[in-house]
């Protein structure tokens, strides 16, 4: 294969057969330990795209894993997660089947038909997060998801009956949602790595609001303040949630309208050349935001101040 193909994988069972693992035992759930997979040749040349969710512990993965131009070292146990369609590439350094530890367990959207978490797996953020913004977790908080998977494998082992899928669900729902709550303490405890990130970030918004750029390109959108970052979209978001109470459309409104409060009461332009030196191509639009943030509109605010 030329390097950077991008091969897809569409069954549980073709990642058994790719990976030299044995034949699944359930077609749609399978939960593997991470030292049994072995990484086929070339490996480091090829893209990978799963048509299943995959949701993995791992260390000594002997390389790298690269989403775009994100990667990460995976020394350390740390969990991320990989919904269908990403794509993704591990570039191996070391041993490709050198002594790794973890697990892996992979589910088939076609495993979830017919349940609740078929719809609500898609409010969890972090599916759409790089690699480098994976998990990290405590020994107490590893031991809470191992503790559940562990729940998961002996389900899994079991004589599949009715119940069986129920099961399995209820502590899939489990482990995300611990998953969710880690995250969130994530974001607050590794607050010297958030606070770059937020530093940056009004470097980048500074730099917006300084020269011709919003008159110019118009408003930023979060996906391009979040490529600036080099972070995904959903977890800027999630960051200033819980640091700030705001979304990142919020955050970059907020900026908007301290920068407009100060045109309004600094100068003499008119509230139309204040909008579109903001980036707005009617100043309709810019009065009805302004209003919306600060019930007042952008006259009565100018007024306040004469």
Known sequence: MATNDVQRIKTISEFHRQRGLGKPEHPLISLIDYSEIKHPPGMSTIS????????????????????????????????????????????????????????????????????????TIK?????????????????????????????????YHSNIDKFSQTIIIAQLESLLTYADRF???????????????????????N????GDTLANQGLPTVHDIADKLNVSPGYLTGLLKVLTGQNTQQHIHGKLIDKAKEKLSTTDLSVSEIAYALGFEHPQSFSKLFKTKTRLSPQEFRQSFQ
């Open 48 to 119: 990978w795209v799963l048509d299943f969710y995959s949701i993995s512990l791992k260390r000594n993965i002997g390389g790298k894993l690269r989403y775009g131009q994100q990667e990460y070292d995976f020394d350390e146990g740390i969990m991320f997660f990989i919904s269908p369609g990403q794509v993704f590439r591990v570039e191996v350094t070391n041993d490709p089947n050198g002594e790794r530890s973890g697990w892996m367990l992979l589910v088939h959207p076609d495993f979830l038909w017919n349940t609740p978490l078929a719809r």
């Open 123 to 155: 409010q969890y953020e972090y599916f759409d997060y790089t690699v480098n913004e994976a998990l990290f977790l405590s020994d107490r908080e590893e031991i809470t998801m191992g503790n559940i998977v562990q729940n998961i494998r002996q389900e």
């Open 183 to 205: 995250y969130q303490r994530q974001f607050i405890t590794r607050k010297i790595t958030n606070h770059k990130i937020l530093d940056k970030l009004e470097d980048i918004l």
């Open 207 to 210: 730099e917006y609001f300084a």
